[in-house]
């Protein structure tokens, strides 16, 4: 009498995203060895992420052709009245617009030549700073655009300051690291970002308070009412006695904490969520707000699932082009790493058990530069301003692939001989998908490529997850592929090409008979 088939599914394959620290035999089911190109989606399924189409296509005036300009930042200018005006920059150049983009040309003693700039903005000014250069001022004005130098400028007072990271907060505008001095905060007046030497101007000195060493500024940051000074070693906290309002001053900022032993080596790695302030430390990605709150409470690492592969991106990265950007539309932080070509995206939406966000990594998506506006998310790109939309990188397809944590179908003593697989997919139609099965931890997979079926409609409820319910139609698609070989030690995953049209997976079914007993 044969026996029968022996069936066991992935229910939501990847649903806790990437872990590549602990050993693929003991990983929890849901956990996923390989994730490529994706995000975990709002109904906790993989999904291919978006791809990127690009916004400007005015490049005439500011490139000479249509060969590009490659953009190294981006900023948004918001006045008072809402008006929103896009700024970008490269090594040499300034821009604004979106679509039509035009060039700025400040009024400096400088000459630009680097395009790592921050730019903050305060009471109808945007300001702009980079090491080692004069602070400029842009201002739109009614009659005409003014973009200035701090020598310039004819309202300047005080000294400017030569600083790399600035942050506007409290009515205010915050610089430090210069090339001559890594320990000095200077402030402005109130609502004056570019007057230094009057009303409550001023500065903080904080190297009295490194008594474990001598230590550099790299960002600044604001959160729940304090200060945030982040050093490679030490996150210096302040507060205000005057809760900054425009009695502040220098006496009355007061110390309020020094957490020793972790900081932040990447300016701008540092992303206020409104919850949380996410940046990169040495030892992976880390979350300050309980520890701000809870004193008593050790400083979340949300990586720690990706831990070893953060840690060897920091290692071989120049460090000042490392990008971030928190994007509360899509629930995601991205975390750019130029010179190893990966992005790794951590879902907010849930955190794990360990305290660590869900993450996938986008190895075919690294942009110089990010900008999140009202619910869009901008890239720098080498030939302009994209948007992060639709399913094709600037009209080209890209790949995206899975692969499961190492399972026994819980039998850990029986070979397995795979019949059939099964992939749930929603909303793919026509793609070419390319499952594969590994056994016995071999990195050689039997594969069977097939496509993707124009599928069936269904009014479908994803209440069985217990996370929400999804109110249209979606297309669902059951698609069986033969299978061969047997082993103890299973794994499965899957390969497929992004071509216009999203996809996520909703479960993986595997139908397998019982071999000999190991």
Not at 156 to 183: E, F, I, M
Not at 185 to 190: A, K, L, M
Not at 247 to 276: H, P
Not at 421 to 443: C, D, H, M, N, R
Request: charged content about 15%.
């Amino acid at each position: 009498m044969a026996k029968p088939l022996l069936t066991s599914s992935i229910a939501a394959p990847a649903f806790f995203g990437l872990n590549t620290q602990e050993s693929g035999v003991t990983l929890q089911e849901g956990f996923a060895l390989h994730a490529d190109n994706c995000v975990i989606d709002k109904y906790g399924r993989l999904g291919a992420r978006k791809g990127w189409s690009t916004l400007s296509s005015t490049l005439d005036t500011v490139a000479g052709d249509n060969v590009g300009i490659n953009l190294t930042g981006l900023s948004d200018f918001q006045e008072i009245t809402g008006d929103r005006t896009r700024m970008s920059w490269s090594a040499t150049k300034f821009y604004k617009g979106g679509a039509a983009l035009t060039t700025l040309t400040p009024t400096t003693t400088d000459t630009i030549a680097a395009g790592n700039w921050q730019a903050v903005v305060l009471n109808d000014h945007a300001y702009f700073y980079q090491r080692g250069y004069i602070p400029l001022i842009y201002t739109n004005e009614t009659t005409a655009d003014t973009f200035e130098s701090f020598v310039a400028h004819a309202h300047t007072a005080g000294t400017h300051q030569l600083s790399n990271t600035a942050l506007s907060a409290y009515g205010r505008v915050w610089n430090a690291d210069t090339p001559t001095n890594k320990t000095t905060v200077w402030f402005s007046d109130v609502l004056n970002g570019h007057n230094f030497g009057t009303g409550t101007a001023g500065s903080i000195d904080i190297s009295s308070v490194l008594t474990q060493g001598a230590d550099e500024i790299v960002a600044l940051g604001a959160h729940n009412g304090y200060l945030i000074i982040f050093c490679k070693d030490n996150i210096i906290i302040y507060g205000d006695n005057n809760n900054f309002q425009q009695s502040m001053t220098t006496t009355s900022l007061t110390l309020v904490e020094v957490i020793q032993g972790v900081g932040c080596v990447a300016r701008d790695s540092v992303q206020n969520t409104g919850e949380d302030i996410l940046f990169l430390s040495n030892t992976g990605v880390r979350s300050l707000n309980r520890t701000v709150q809870e004193k008593s409470q050790p400083m979340r690492d949300i990586s720690k699932n990706v831990r070893d592969d953060i840690i060897q991106a920091v290692n071989n990265e120049v460090l000042a082009n490392v990008k971030s950007v928190y994007s509360p539309t899509n629930a995601f932080y991205l975390l750019t790493f130029p010179a190893t070509s990966q992005t790794f995206c951590f879902d907010t939406r849930m955190m794990l058990e360990d305290g660590s966000y869900r993450t996938t990594v986008w190895p075919a998506l690294t942009p110089k530069g990010l900008l999140s506006v009202g619910s869009e998310l901008y890239f720098a790109q080498p030939n302009g301003i994209a948007i992060y939309r639709n399913y094709l990188d600037d009209t080209e397809p890209y790949a995206m692939a899975y692969y499961s944590n190492y399972f026994d179908l819980e039998m850990p003593n029986i070979n397995k001989i795979i019949k059939r697989v099964t992939a749930t997919t929603v909303g793919a139609s026509g793609q070419t998908f390319s499952l594969k099965i590994g056994y016995e931890y071999s990195p050689v997979y039997y594969s069977e490529t097939f496509t993707l079926e124009a599928g069936t409609v269904y009014e479908y409820g994803i209440a069985e997850y217990g996370l929400a319910e999804y109110a249209g139609s979606v297309l669902i698609n059951d698609q069986s592929a033969p299978a061969q070989g047997a082993g103890n030690i299973i794994q499965i995953g899957f390969t497929t090409t992004i071509n216009g049209t999203a996809m996520s997976l909703q479960k993986l079914s595997i139908y397998a008979k019982q071999g000999k007993v190991l």
